[in-house]
C-alpha cells in the first residue's frame, strides 16, 4: 500500500508538471513570455506547489519513514491552493478562450488527483492545530 501511495503522488505530481511545461509552450507559441507575469498567477504557483511537494511526499514515502508534521501541512495547505484554484476556475474562468489540453491539467485533472488522495491516505499522521511545543 505504501509503494501504491508513493506512486500516485507521483503520477498527480508529473501530470502536473506537464500541465505547467504544456502551458508554458502553448503561451509561448501565442505571445512572448514575461515570466513575472506567467508564473506570477495564483494558478501556475499552487501547481508548483502541489508538484514539489507532491515529489517530496512520494520520495518519503519510498524511503520508508513516516511523513514528518512539517510535510503534512505542507500536503495540506497544497490540497487547499489547488482546490481553490479549481473552484475559482470553475466559477469564473471555464469557458474562455485557452488551450484545452494545458486547462484540462492544470485546473481539473491535477485538482481532483489531489483532493481524492489527500484525506484517503494512511501514510500520514493527522495535523494538530496548534502544534504541540
Known amino acids: 500500500m505504501k509503494y501504491l501511495v508513493a506512486a500516485l503522488r507521483l503520477a498527480v505530481a508529473l501530470l502536473g508538471l506537464v500541465a505547467i511545461v504544456s502551458t508554458f509552450f502553448d503561451t ?3 505571445a512572448t513570455i514575461n515570466p513575472f507575469n ?19 511526499a ?26 481553490t484554484t479549481g473552484v475559482v476556475y470553475n466559477v469564473l474562468l471555464a469557458g474562455l478562450e485557452g488551450g484545452r489540453f494545458p486547462r484540462l491539467g492544470e485546473h481539473r485533472a491535477a485538482r481532483r488527483a489531489a483532493r481524492l488522495c489527500r484525506p484517503r491516505l494512511g501514510d500520514r499522521q493527522r495535523p494538530r492545530f496548534p502544534p504541540p511545543q
Request: with cysteine; aromatic share 12%.
Open 28 to 30: 509561448a507559441t501565442r
Open 38 to 56: 506567467f508564473f506570477g498567477y495564483f494558478t501556475m504557483q499552487s501547481n508548483i506547489i502541489l508538484v514539489v511537494v507532491l515529489l517530496l
Open 58 to 83: 512520494a520520495l518519503v514515502s519510498f524511503s520508508g519513514p513516516r511523513q514528518s508534521r512539517s510535510l503534512v501541512l505542507a500536503l495540506g495547505c497544497a490540497t487547499t491552493y489547488i482546490v
